[in-house]
């Protein structure tokens, strides 16, 4: 299996989509197994897709992982779930247009009190209790009890799978595919919610190794996190697939209060357009904070409360500092998976870049001035969240650096990985950059071993051997 140009494809070599190709909202494009002809190629060219993974059409599937389904690679099993719990927020989101939704609420109430347009911004908890009863009758009518039930079931489904704490030694995520930019903000919250479960689990498989024990209030207000973080208590499952709500809803205040006009609209955001986008989180509490299946779920709220505050406190909207490990997880997540995608106003950001843009803000740093730069983020949740990710997929082509060399020195093919160092992958050579005349071909080299040689973009960021 191969990742190819669409540009460059040679017809000479009959060959098959390896993954299925989808049109966005869950609609499935082409099915793998369908050949690549010319007028594949035209029409995925037509729909904006630049590459596609490929394979021979007798080749069989690779990256196959135990305890998942034959046929299916982790990734394309981890695409496919997110894929379907994308599809269900686009229908809560979308089937509906919220004008035409709140004049159905309005319909709905007896009392004769408006939920004008734009008043989902304002955030305040001393609204009038009629006002407060239309919200909760919008909130429900717009989120179904049913769909969120569905996304806690995903969730369990994940914690008791791949995600239990025998097999996240094993996990390698990768939720980056083509996909065209009207689910943008579906697959963004879908991603969010998978890669916090990986994360957390990691995190909490870890917490088990050290003894630490299932303790119930946990979470209330008052706690400090900072401190609590050195206590050995593990999350229980409730608690995580609690969280993992919230991951999955964090974002749903973009589609009111005329914020889909800024957030999905071509060219550059202005400053003022910027400003109203951050309100979209006070805008997403509103939306869920009365709705009846979040009642008793703090964590839910708590982590889209706080997914944009950083533990330097210079995150938004309250600056907080004190921050719950689920609400640290999702910021740090939410920054990963949005910068690895393509906007339209800026070009996505290879995975390893956006890893090493987080280590590098995972450590304090002494500013010229002498000032002390406090992290954003907690380092030991950047390794667990990378000894979950997969940054080359199997099938790859990367080109391979000698230590402090600013040109390639080999090409390669990225054969399978090594789980919790996934820039050490192991890797098959196809050609040799600094001798061409030299013969390399079919070479497999395990990086672990090679310390002197990196993939790609991804320079020595870690500075440090994980175990
Ligand atoms: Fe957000
Ligand atoms: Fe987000």
Not at 383 to 388: A, G, I, L, T, W
Request: proline share 5%.
């Amino acid at each position: 299996m191969q990742k190819i140009s669409l540009e460059q494809l040679d017809m000479g070599e009959k060959l098959v989509l390896a993954r299925p190709v989808l049109l966005g909202s869950g609609v499935k494009g082409f099915n793998s197994g369908v050949e690549v002809n010319e007028r594949v190629a035209r029409k995925l060219i037509e729909l904006g897709f630049t590459e596609v993974w490929v394979r021979g059409e007798n080749e069989p599937q690779s990256g196959v992982i135990e305890g998942c389904d034959d046929e299916l690679t982790q990734t394309e099993k981890f695409l496919a779930i997110k894929q379907n719990i994308a599809t269900s927020l686009a229908d809560i989101m979308t089937e509906k247009d919220p004008e035409r939704e709140m004049l159905r609420v309005r319909s709905m109430s007896r009392t004769n009190i408006k939920l004008e347009k734009g008043s989902l911004t304002k955030l305040d908890p001393a609204r009038p209790p009629a006002e407060m009863k239309l919200l909760k009758q919008f909130s429900e009518a717009i989120i179904s009890v049913s769909k969120l039930e569905q996304f806690l079931k995903d969730c369990r489904d994940l914690i008791d799978g791949p995600f239990s704490p025998l097999r996240i030694d094993k996990v390698s995520v990768n939720l980056n595919d083509n996909r065209i930019e009207s689910s943008y903000l579906f697959n963004h919250m879908a991603n969010c919610g998978i890669y916090f479960l990986a994360t957390i689990a990691r995190y909490n498989a870890d917490l088990k190794a050290r003894g630490a024990v299932c303790s119930d209030a946990k979470f209330g207000p008052g706690i400090d996190h900072n401190k609590r973080k050195n206590m050995l208590f593990f999350f229980s499952d409730e608690e995580i697939a609690s969280g993992a709500l919230g991951a999955f809803m964090h974002d749903i205040g973009y589609l009111h209060d005329g914020m889909p006009d800024i957030l999905f609209k071509q060219g550059a955001i202005s400053p003022e357009e910027h400003s109203i986008l951050k309100k979209h989180v006070e805008v997403s509490m509103n939306v869920v904070q009365h709705h009846i299946f979040f009642a008793n779920r703090p964590l839910a709220k708590h982590v889209i409360e706080n997914h944009h505050e950083r533990i330097n406190k210079k995150g938004y909207p309250k600056q907080r500092g004190n921050l719950h490990v689920f609400s640290q997880i999702l910021g740090m997540i939410d920054c990963f998976d949005s910068m690895t995608q393509d906007r339209p106003w800026r070009k996505k950001f290879s995975r390893a870049k956006v890893l090493e843009w987080m280590y590098d803000n995972s450590e304090q740093k002494a500013e010229a001035d002498g000032s002390i730069h406090e992290p954003m983020f907690d380092r030991e949740l950047v390794r667990c969240f990378e000894r979950v990710l997969m940054l080359y997929e199997n099938g790859e082509v990367v080109d391979l650096y000698h230590a402090k060399t600013a040109t390639p020195v080999f090409r390669c093919r990225v054969k399978s990985q090594n789980p919790g160092r996934p820039d050490r992958p192991v890797v098959e050579l196809t050609c040799c950059h600094a001798d061409p005349a030299r013969n390399v071909e079919g070479k497999i080299i395990n990086l672990l071993n090679m310390p002197d040689l990196y993939m790609g973009e991804s320079s020595d960021f870690r500075k440090e051997p994980i175990v």
